[in-house]
């Protein structure tokens, strides 16, 4: 399977989103770029070296293109067509050709995100959202087992990827950073050769999280974001949710008062403000009962919806 060499001048497309898979291409010589145009404006996905494989994905699911890829650089690569690599895969073990075949419709998904996510950029949220995107592509391409067999991926690489190579504000992706690890999404650790790394204990929350973004924001909601004396009522019913034998939980208001202790004159505030859960949804939802306002809650999904409502305020409030 020696494949066809080709060269391109720089700023030459290899192929473009919506191509038809024709193969894979290995850079021998030097430099492709990979990216998604977005209303106009270029969102560059990754930079593949000499050494590296493009084009891989579409072999396995012979899908149309996800990306466009171009040469930041003169570059000589080599063509292997899709025939060619289907002699190849005659000789491999069908396992594998089925897990490969899993991972690469796993990229797209993360591709199709980040190009979704790409829509209302400037908006602090919509900018986090787009992080998490490349977040996920980045586990993907760049993650590790460590000694426990757990995927990390090294810090400084991380940041590498994310500010010179997707050419991120830095004050922004260390922001981004450190939203996720103080709340636990990210946690420190090492990897095999005793490098600062990240781990992330739940990686679902890089699906989940825009998906309780989209479920928030269909009703509407008078704020983009819980305020801190409603987070603190979230915690709170996150708290004593548990301690109810019912589920879904019924906790009043004044359970919740007695539990952040709030001074009185305060009290008429926060109860009006108790209209923004509303738009929480079924994990937590506003009533009026005999004991006066209370929330219903669920108590398996309180806690994520909490951590999630914590993350949204600081993403909102920030910078991005």
Not at 1 to 17: E, H, N, R, S
Not at 39 to 56: M, Q, S
Not at 244 to 254: E, G, Q, R, T
């Amino acid at each position: 399977m020696a494949g066809v060499a080709k060269i391109y001048k720089t700023g030459d497309f290899v192929f473009k989103a919506g191509d038809r898979p024709d193969g894979m291409y290995i850079v021998r010589k030097g430099q492709l770029q990979v990216f998604l145009d977005q209303g106009g404006k270029r969102v560059v996905l990754a930079t593949v070296p000499e050494g590296g494989i493009i084009g891989e994905m579409a072999l396995f699911d012979k899908k149309n293109r996800s990306a466009s890829v171009k040469a930041s650089l003169p570059s000589e690569v080599t063509h292997i067509t899709v025939t060619d690599f289907d002699g190849l895969l005659k000789q491999i073990p069908k396992w594998f050709v089925t897990l490969m075949g899993t991972l690469s419709i796993r990229l797209r998904q993360t591709n199709e995100r980040l190009h979704k996510a790409e829509v209302g950029g400037g908006v602090p949220t919509q900018n986090a959202l787009r992080l998490l995107a490349i977040l996920d592509l980045i586990w993907t391409k760049h993650g590790e087992k460590d000694e426990k067999g757990k995927i990390v991926v090294n810090k400084k690489n991380l940041e590498a990827v994310l500010i010179d190579s997707l050419h991120e504000n830095p004050t922004r992706v260390h922001a981004f950073l450190k939203i996720l690890a103080e709340s636990e999404v990210l946690m420190s650790t090492s990897n095999l050769r005793k490098q600062a790394a990240w781990i992330m204990p739940n990686r679902a929350f890089l699906t989940q999280f825009p998906q309780f973004f989209a479920d928030f924001q269909k009703g509407n909601p008078p704020t983009p974001c819980l305020d801190v004396a409603m987070l603190e009522v979230i915690k709170a019913a996150a708290t004593l949710a548990p301690k109810n034998p019912y589920d879904p939980a019924l906790v009043p208001f004044s359970q919740i008062i007695s539990e952040i202790k709030i001074e009185s004159e305060r009290i008429p505030e926060l109860s009006r403000s108790l209209e923004i859960f509303n738009f929480t949804g079924k994990a937590c939802s506003l009533l009026k009962t005999s004991d006066g306002q209370t929330l219903k809650i669920a108590k398996n999904d309180i806690a994520r919806l909490s951590k999630f409502h914590h993350v949204l305020a600081a993403f909102t409030l920030h910078s991005f």
